[in-house]
């Protein structure tokens, strides 16, 4: 099982960043997918996650309407979508899957602590915010 991020870089604020997520070694729409970030001293934080049973999305509410999350299960690829990029934006973005069977709802996935035992992670992508 593989999960690739790609996308990250240094990139001025007020504009936008698509990352990619590729995935291999499993069958990704059976999973549920979520996309997390971690700044240094901070926990690692769930912004973006899409649930295998409905295909529901959950994004926490300080993030809706700058973040877009979405899937190509014939590509294997998962995808992030930051519009209006600014300074909070930085850190390590990291993706995340696990068998939909141990999940229940997108918002479940978006806790870093339910994606472990069963689960896993990418080795994450680093996104600085230029002011």
């Known amino acids: 099982v593989q999960l690739v991020e790609s996308g990250g870089g240094l990139v001025q604020a007020g504009g936008s960043l698509r990352l990619s997520c590729a995935t291999s070694?499993?069958?990704?729409?059976?999973?549920?997918i979520g996309w997390f970030r971690q700044v240094p001293g901070k926990e690692r934080e769930g912004v973006a996650c899409?649930?295998?049973?409905?295909?529901?999305?959950y994004y926490p509410d300080s993030l809706k309407g700058r973040f877009t999350i979405s899937r190509d299960d014939a590509k294997n690829m998962v995808y992030l979508l930051i519009n209006s990029l600014n300074a909070e934006d930085t850190g390590v973005y990291y993706c995340?899957?696990?068998?939909?069977?141990?999940?229940?709802?997108?918002?479940?996935?978006?806790?870093?602590?339910?994606?472990?035992?069963?689960?896993?992670w990418g080795q994450g992508t680093q996104v600085t915010i230029a002011s």
């Open positions: 995340a899957a696990k068998a939909g069977l141990f999940i229940d709802t997108a918002r479940e996935m978006c806790i870093a602590d339910a994606i472990s035992p069963m689960g896993y």
């Open positions: 070694g499993f069958t990704l729409e059976d999973y549920a």
């Open positions: 899409i649930s295998s049973r409905d295909g529901s999305i």
